[in-house]
């Protein structure tokens, strides 16, 4: 090991971020701006308020500002479980024989057990000053709604989650975490709302889809007096508060006196991704500094790397203002058989238009061999990964293995966005051998394309 | 909050400790040995060393050496979980309304779960160091055996985990993830073992007893060429190892410039009280300093507070060796209501002894008031506490109470010694308010002591 280095860097209290980074502030074509369905002219702050908090509204609108204060009660909550470790791999560096040098920003020491903590709590404060008695929200694997029952039984407000309906079946233990913070979980789709009904009708025996569950909470949140709707990834200004794991990660390194070539990370919605690339990204484009970026995303729901970029439908029920964004419909479902998460369709608006712009890169990977990365992380570096951070795994070892052939001693930095005890069925079909891969068609991503507005 | 102290205080690496702490060495009274069943003379080092490894025998008979190092391949593996926070919570003291100041040391920040790895790690070292092919164990909950499977990965050992039946099916998912990290789980009493078989004989529907798993991988281990037998608790040699949590608080305090009033941990076998522990008790002993300390054990298996002090079975199929502990006797078995861990019927010999000496004080507590602490301390610090952790937080809180009531600013400490994700069945009972609490009766108890050995 280097002298130099620990194996954990934590910076002080003292030294955490008392401000997020808005990347938007820095980009030189801005992402397009969320359309309104029915006018197809952008969406006013008037208009948004209806669904969101007014302040996240501001949030979500704001291209200019580089810096916006993070207020202390915030700061405080991040307290109790930030700043997160920025580690180096030495174990997984010695293992696979490489020069190059591996790092990781692990967010999984939370209860949450994600980065998903990072947004849900500014999201419900900023509720709570509102005045606003409660949030609605969806959630898939079940992190994200975690993390804002969490958030809300800080704050005093009620929460109420519509849980895609495979993962309420499968993951009863995950239900449980959210009931214990006070959270009420429906299956979704469900009778409680028009769309869900209408879904329903339609398909009767569906298990449900992010896209779905979002409508469902929308309109949930738009029909009741004091409620909104929140959401842990693709708008910007999730990835706005997720820099916060950027700016922590950028403070280490400075601390350490390294700097990374390679900056890894998984990407869903593109929270995580966005959250930790963003301040680096910033210098770059500010041409302060150099950095690959890459992101990874499931092979059996390819939206960067197969996907059209796009005006199209965040949700199923096409209550939501339109986004531009890499897509593959919003129609599309990954098969059943992908148990790695990172299911949504589309892709952040900020992050879709930097990797048009080749600020960016991105490649899909398929499930087993992000399961083999997890196992053997596991087994090497003593943390149980999530099925989604292990996407990121994947690469950084694949690119580390590289640096093995090349004797090049680059230094790579991954998200470790998670933890996996929540998915250990996926793990239980790994274990068994049972685990296969799949990878859309063109034919099967035509069919999702045909769902695209006409915009 | 207090201007000079952060909400978590970490040790740099290089402060963290390099030797473990005996507190035998500075006990006027020592614990009493181990004794052979058949003999009832004191277990030499030579019939120690055929079911557990050499040095580890070594370590469980030395009451003389205050401090032995820590090998520099253990402290690096700690470095990948280690040193773990010292946390003020501050958010608690508000909500409680008390002028205590309430510290809990958090060992929940790794994939075990729980303070388990810190002894898991060293018995695999000493294994491997000894050239051997293996080791089997016995685990209930099971966060012991996912500690030592994690740590028979690092070092490439064999791992058999012998798990409580009614454990295994109740948690498929702790068994998975000793799986991911390449151990074989049995559920027990099984038909792999004499002692199983004639368990399973003599009461074919039983769910098993931490007991009968501890008989059946000592039979393996014995029976097996190149393997040993590891526990997780109980013994001195656990207690040394888990010293790593006593010795880093004790550094984050004297950081801090601060100092507690009361220590407090949950007593199960006694591994994490007696880590937690140890160092603070030593300045006792010697006179240096004086604190409180509170072992807090579940009012359904109450070895302290309601057993005798006596050579009592370890296993119960009675093939280990008597140890005199504080015990309920070796046949008895909590409750089948009794949800919150911390089953064993006996405590170890070493807290057994400064229990009897008058040098710690013991109360239990019912499981229900466990569960709401439970969720209060989830609501409020944002960490779901494993049942057995909540022990120690139920009885934090009542003493935070108590000083609220007399105005008096103690300081706290107590244990937080993992998490509860895998224990949703028994939150799920809390949610849905029906978990009921069990308090044995004299007579309940009478049958246990009626099979204590006559020694």
Not at 15 to 33: F, G, L, S
Not at 45 to 57: I, K, R
Not at 237 to 256: D, N, P, R, T
Not at 290 to 307: H, K, N, Q
Request: proline share 5%.
């Amino acid at each position: 090991m280097d002298k130099n280095i620990p194996y954990k860097t934590y910076l002080e209290e003292s030294e955490m971020p008392k401000q997020w980074y808005n990347v938007r502030a820095d980009m030189k074509n801005k992402p397009a701006p969320l359309l309104n369905p029915a006018t197809l002219k952008p969406m006013t702050a008037e208009e948004l308020g209806v669904v969101f908090c007014d302040e996240l509204v501001q949030q979500e609108l704001n291209t200019t500002d580089a810096y916006i204060d993070i207020p202390e009660e915030i700061r405080d909550f991040y307290k109790m479980y930030r700043p997160s470790p920025l580690v180096r791999a030495y174990c997984l560096e010695k293992a696979l024989g490489t020069p190059a040098k591996i790092y990781y920003k692990f967010e999984g020491n939370n209860t949450s057990g994600s980065h998903k903590l990072n947004s849900a709590i500014a999201q419900a404060y900023y509720a709570k000053k509102q005045g606003l008695k409660g949030v609605t929200t969806e959630t898939g694997a079940g992190q994200w709604g975690t993390a804002l029952s969490m958030a809300c039984a800080y704050f005093g407000l009620d929460c109420k989650v519509y849980m895609v309906k495979v993962s309420y079946e499968q993951k009863p233990f995950r239900r449980e975490v959210m009931r214990t913070y006070g959270a009420s979980v429906t299956p979704s789709p469900s009778d409680t709302t028009n769309v869900g009904r209408k879904i329903l009708a339609e398909h009767p025996g569906t298990t449900g889809s992010l896209g779905c569950a979002i409508s469902e909470a929308v309109e949930v949140a738009v029909g009741s007096e004091g409620y909104r709707y929140v959401l842990g990834s693709v708008l910007n200004q999730v990835l706005l508060h997720q820099s916060v794991i950027g700016l922590e990660s950028l403070a280490a390194f400075e601390k350490l006196g390294e700097k990374p070539d390679i900056i890894i990370g998984c990407a869903g919605g593109g929270s995580n991704l966005g959250g930790l690339i963003s301040p680096f990204m910033g210098q770059k484009l500010r041409g302060e500094a150099d950095y690959r970026f890459i992101a990874v995303e499931p092979a059996s729901c390819p939206s960067l790397t197969r996907g059209k970029y796009a005006y199209d439908f965040c949700d199923t029920g096409m209550v939501c203002p339109l986004a531009k964004m890499y897509t593959l419909g919003s129609g599309f479902i990954p098969s059943a058989n992908h148990a790695g998460g990172l299911r949504y369709h589309g892709m952040s608006s900020t992050l879709s238009q930097l990797y048009d712009d080749k600020l960016m890169e991105a490649v899909s990977v398929e499930q087993t061999k992000v399961f083999e990365a997890a196992q053997q992380f596991a087994r090497i570096e003593g943390i149980l990964p999530a099925p989604e951070s292990s996407h990121a795994i994947r690469v950084a070892i694949d690119e580390a293995l590289k640096c093995k052939e090349t004797g090049e001693e680059k230094t790579i930095l991954f998200g470790l966005t998670g933890t996996g005890y929540f998915d250990m069925v996926a793990y239980q079909k790994f274990n068994d051998g049972e685990m296969s891969d799949y990878i859309p068609t063109d034919e099967d991503l035509a069919k999702g394309f045909a769902g695209l507005p006409k915009v």
